[in-house]
C-alpha cells in the first residue's frame, strides 16, 4: 500500500513518518527550506513515542506529479490552503485512491469529495500535538497519538478496513468509525477550545487551565460548540463537552493548539474552519456562541494582518 502525505507538518511528518519508518512506499509532499531539508537529510522526528528516528528511503518533492498516483493520501494542509490544495493532488489521486483528510473542522470532506467524488474521500481526526521543530524536522510532544477515519456515507468499508490493518502493522493506532460526524465533532468541541484560546491569549494549557476566567472561557466555548452540534442533528453523546473538557485538563499543560503556534510564527490562521465556522453556523441555526464570536473576530485580525504580510512579501 503507498502512502501519500499531502503536508509534511505536525500530523502529516509524525504518521507519515512511522508509516515510511515500518518499510510502507511514502511519498511527501513539502516545500521551501523543509523541503530541502528532507531530500538532504531525510525525515528527523523527535517523540515521545516511538522516540527519535529518521527517514531516508521515501519520496520527497513539491511536485503532484512527481510522487503519481497512491493507494492512500493523507490530506494534512492547513485549510487556509484548500483553495490550492484540493486542485493540486489531483495527479496523485488514481481510480482506486482514498484521500483521507486529517485537517481541523468538520466539512473538509465536503469540500474534497466535490473535487474527487465522495467514493474516494474520508474524513479523519488526528489525536496528536506536533510540529515543525525547523526544517526537516517533526517534535511530537503530546497526545493519545491515534487516528480515527471513516467514510462520508457512514458505511462499512472493506478499503478503510484494510487500511486500518497497513497503519496498525506500522505501529500507527488508527482506527475505523462507523460515523465519522461523531468523531469529528466531539474533536470539534476540544479543538475550538484548545486552538482557540491557546491562540487568543498566548498561553499553555496549563497557565489557561490555572486561571478561573480563562478556564471558564474555555469550559463555555465548549458548551457552545455542543449545542451546535446537537442542533444540527449530530448524535453527540450527552455530556461531551464535560467529557472534552476533562480529557483537555489531562493533557500535557505546556501544550499550545496548532493556531497559537501559527500565531506567534505569523502564518495563516484556520480561524474560519474553527471558532469562524461555529460563529458563522450558529447564526444560521439561531445558536447563540457569543464566545467563539469573539474568538473569532479577534483572531480574524491576526489571519487578516498575516495574509497581507505574506501578499507584500511575494510580490
Known amino acids: ?16 513518518g512511522l508509516l515510511a519508518r515500518a518499510g510502507l512506499p511514502v511519498c511527501f509532499i513539502a516545500r521551501g527550506s523543509h523541503l530541502q ?6 525525515l528527523h ?4 513515542e516511538p522516540g527519535g528516528f529518521n527517514v531516508r528511503d521515501a519520496v ?19 485549510t487556509p490552503a484548500n483553495d490550492s490544495a484540493i486542485p493540486f493532488i489531483r495527479p496523485m489521486v488514481g481510480d482506486d ?3 483521507i483528510s486529517l485537517q481541523n473542522g468538520v466539512d473538509n470532506g465536503e469540500l474534497l469529495a466535490g473535487e474527487y467524488g465522495e467514493e474516494r474521500v474520508m474524513e479523519g481526526a488526528a489525536y496528536v500535538f506536533s510540529a515543525i521543530a525547523g526544517s526537516g524536522r517533526i517534535h511530537q510532544t503530546a497526545g493519545p497519538r491515534r487516528i480515527v477515519f471513516g467514510g462520508l456515507a457512514g458505511k462499512s468499508s472493506p478499503r478503510g478496513e484494510a487500511i486500518v490493518t497497513a497503519m496498525r502493522e506500522a505501529g500507527v493506532d488508527a482506527h475505523l468509525s462507523a460515523d465519522i460526524r461523531i468523531e469529528l465533532w466531539n474533536k470539534f468541541i476540544l479543538i475550538c477550545a484548545v486552538s482557540g484560546m491557546t491562540a487568543l491569549t498566548r498561553r499553555p494549557l496549563g497557565e489557561i487551565l490555572g486561571y478561573e476566567g480563562t478556564a471558564r472561557m474555555a469550559r463555555e466555548v465548549m458548551r457552545e460548540v ?32 496548532s493556531m497559537c503556534h501559527d500565531v506567534e510564527a505569523g502564518r495563516r490562521l484556520e480561524i474560519d474552519a474553527l471558532n469562524g465556522y461555529v460563529s458563522r453556523i450558529g447564526r444560521a441555526h439561531g445558536v447563540a456562541t457569543p464566545l467563539n464570536d469573539y474568538i473569532y473576530d479577534t483572531l480574524k485580525l491576526e489571519d487578516l494582518q498575516a495574509a497581507r504580510r505574506l501578499a507584500e512579501g511575494a510580490s
Open 1 to 16: 500500500m503507498r502512502f501519500g502525505i499531502m503536508g509534511t507538518g505536525g500530523v502529516g511528518g509524525y504518521f507519515g
Open 37 to 42: 531539508a528532507l531530500k538532504e537529510h531525510g
Open 45 to 48: 522526528v523527535v517523540s515521545i
Open 60 to 78: 520527497f518533492t513539491d511536485d503532484a506529479a512527481e510522487a503519481g498516483p497512491c493507494d492512500v493520501i493523507l490530506y494534512c494542509v492547513k
Open 97 to 99: 485512491s482514498v484521500v
Open 226 to 257: 455542543y449545542r451546535l452540534g446537537l442542533t444540527m442533528g449530530i448524535p453527540l453523546e450527552p455530556g461531551s463537552d464535560a467529557a472534552n473538557y476533562r480529557f483537555m485538563a489531562q493533557q500535557d499543560p505546556s501544550g499550545k493548539g
